[in-house]
């Protein structure tokens, strides 16, 4: 895979986006009396998973995506400040199934879940790793739990300068390094399981978002980040031509991500996993990772909550 064809596939992906939000968002806003002989059916009424929607969202045409969109290639602003990436694209898919539009607005990672189960959302889309703890809401950044509907797989990887001045080979060479990572997600985890097993302390960058664990790579500040394994494999090839920044290793602790959908609202949940599903079933799932060159996070079948 070239740093070109990612290139060329995130401008296709960006104009598919927008041609099909485009779409969608004329369709919820259409008159009462476009084909459906005055009945007043709502707009999506025709796409096939409508009747699984809960009758709120049906009305709303809309449903309000939380996600933190700092992470190429899963979501982020291109240059024209619209939304794009892995995780849009597959929105997309998702709602012309639907029949609303998925409609993403950004936050922090670590605050998402709160958000969500506060209403700011209703449901986070936001390369997110579905775990006991968050579906428990255990872990800092879950409280009040959320169901996960299942739709990709991936795990961390370490991201280390050109050329790799510091050696490092696996989790063992972080110890006595500077370490960048993402506040509240599993490679900020990962980081601090491996500083338990160090006899020289790992120092850690606990950052807000995943761009500025970057920043502190190519500055210098951070020998390593600790991210996704499709976002340090994008920036590899992405940062300016290639010449930036490699991965070291192979993809660490690969798990699935989840849409999570609070708990007390299983009818949307079901009618995701339903979505979702039915993208792996008629190829729209396996095209959009095409064109973002991600196939290797494709997963078989749509679950909820298998994260363990």
Sequence with gaps: MSA???SRHSRLAGATALALAGALVLGACGSDDSGDGGSGEAAGSDAPLWDQLPEDIQEAGVISVGS??????????DESGEVTGIDPAIAEALG???GVELRFENGTFDGLVLGMNSGRY???MSAMTDTKERQDGVSEDAEGGADFVNYFRAGSAILV?????ENVTGLADLCGLTVAAQRGTANEALVERQQEECDTPIEVLVNDNDDESVTQLQSGRAAVVVTDFPVALYNALEARGGELFEVVGEQIDAAPYGIAVPKDNPELRDALQAAVQAIIDNGDYAEVLEEWDAQTGAVEEATVNAGE
């Design 96 to 98: 012309e199934q639907l």
């Design 161 to 165: 300068a050109k050329d790799n001045p």
């Design 122 to 124: 209703d449901v986070i």
């Design 4 to 6: 070109r064809s990612l």
């Design 68 to 77: 933190d969109i700092a992470y190429a290639p899963i979501e982020y602003y």
